[in-house]
């Protein structure tokens, strides 16, 4: 019994030594690098037991940036299925009304709204309606995130999201040379009324800036730089509805329809009615460009959906967090310390901590659907970094100003299975070298764990 205590007492020692060890690397690659520790999160946990091997500042509260799409997107897709399709519905009425019914999709172009009226007209024969009604209730007014900053409305990673979605919520500015030294070509690749104050000028290289001052004029876009091969340049359009308004007239004329009267908003009747055409797209593809490209637009989109269909109701920002908090409550989490105000993590507003997101990542439904999903070392946000690593490591980056984060998978050289996340808010340093940080440490966890 003696020697059964003392064998049992060594082995405690012995890991304890190990963990000790483990711990040991991570803290001298963090002291070694120009980055003050205090602005440093980390939290490692064991798959397999769900217990924390190493940790960080893990209860400090801090902005995840784009990881936060981890948890948003695993909560929006387990409420709508991963087998949710978007659609934009076309309903006639037996008394020869037209209702257009959005369905927010992220995914919808032009050519695809021109599909849909194509095919009524082809299909159902509805040539001249009485009447055109938008159904644009599956989301509410709102149509940017809680906390975005108003000097990136010109960043085509942040769009504004609407019931309105269409082609990316973006507009197409063609920049042209015409002759050295004289002004350059600018129009855009859709009709959407813009005014432009063209300084920009044929020269040697392309390098051009586009600004606005909404507050004056904002419809006028300011080119200037020099542009030396033609080449289009997208912006979020200011006015979603509008561009959308204009597209829907497109098609329209493409497919032939007689209509020139106005389009009022009504929500779609349940009765004397049936569906005439449909345009869907899959959540798969929708998956892929959150976490792979970190797409922002159809992250807060697919957020406000699942809000939307939590509550039966419009979407909105509140009823996509009652959906959020239901979904901790079923994981059995709790979310005291944490504030999530949008679904893309743009916002500065998000608080997170490096514990709640490993604990989350831990939890064996969130795991299973991650792991499908995630994207690997050479893959979307990651092709240029950590190769080495190869089909060991998937994971999620986010980056703001001042901010860099990462969180996801890595199996262990021994072939141990760790949640990890890295978040570093450090204001002093260059964003290359908090990522370079960020990979050392994930080396440590491969190496030492």
Request: proline share 3%; glycine share 6%.
């Amino acid at each position: 019994m003696k020697k059964l205590l003392a064998f049992l007492l060594s082995s405690i020692v012995i890991l304890g030594t190990q963990t000790r060890g483990f711990a040991d690397a991570i803290d001298r690659t963090i002291a070694q690098s120009d980055i003050n520790k205090s602005g440093v999160s980390v939290s490692v946990r064991d798959i397999e037991t769900g217990k924390t091997v190493y940790e960080l500042h893990g209860e400090k509260p801090v902005m995840p940036a784009s990881t936060l799409k981890l948890i948003t997107l695993t909560a929006s897709v387990d409420k709508l299925g991963q087998d949710y399709e978007f659609s934009t519905k076309l309903y006639k009425t037996t008394n020869n009304e037209i209702y257009l019914k959005l369905g927010a999709d992220p995914l919808l172009t032009s050519a695809g709204l021109n599909s849909l009226f194509e095919k009524a007209v082809k299909e159902k024969k509805i040539i001249t309606p009485k009447i055109i009604y938008i159904d644009d209730y599956i989301f509410d007014s709102t149509e940017w995130g809680e906390g975005w900053q108003w000097d990136d409305d010109l960043n085509p990673l942040m769009p504004k999201f609407s019931s309105y979605n269409i082609d990316g919520n973006k507009l197409g500015i063609v920049i042209a040379p015409t002759s050295q030294g004289a002004p350059a070509s600018i129009y855009t690749s859709k009709f959407y009324p813009t005014t432009f104050m063209n300084l920009a000028v044929t020269g040697s290289e392309n390098n051009i800036k586009i600004s606005r001052n909404n507050s004056i004029a904002p419809d006028m876009l300011k080119v200037e730089g020099t542009v030396q091969k033609q080449f289009t340049k997208y912006i979020p359009v200011n006015h979603p509805k509008r561009y959308f308004i204009l597209r829907l007239e497109d098609a329209i004329r493409s497919a032939k329809m007689d209509y020139y009267g106005s389009f009022q908003q009504k929500k779609t009747p349940s009765a004397n009615i049936y569906l005439a055409s449909e345009v869907t797209h899959p959540i798969d593809k929708a998956i892929k460009e959150i976490l792979t490209n970190s797409n922002n637009f159809i992250a807060e989109t697919v957020f406000k959906l699942a809000g939307a269909k939590f509550v039966g109701n419009t979407g909105s920002l509140g009823n996509s967090q009652k959906m959020l908090y239901a979904y901790f409550d079923k994981l059995g989490l709790n979310y005291d310390d944490i504030k999530i105000v949008d679904g893309s993590g743009v916002s500065k507003n998000n608080i997170m901590t490096a514990d709640f997101m490993s604990n989350f990542l831990a939890q064996k439904e969130v795991m299973e659907f991650l792991d499908e999903n995630l994207p690997t070392a050479g893959e979307g946000t990651l092709k240029n970094r950590m190769l080495y690593f190869k089909d060991n490591l998937k994971a999620k980056t986010g980056t703001l100003s001042d901010v860099s984060a990462i969180a996801g998978y890595i199996t262990s050289r021994n072939g141990k299975k760790y949640a990890f996340a890295v978040m570093i808010h450090d204001s002093k340093t260059k964003s290359n070298d908090k990522k370079s940080l960020e990979e050392y440490i994930i080396r440590d966890i491969y190496t030492s764990y």
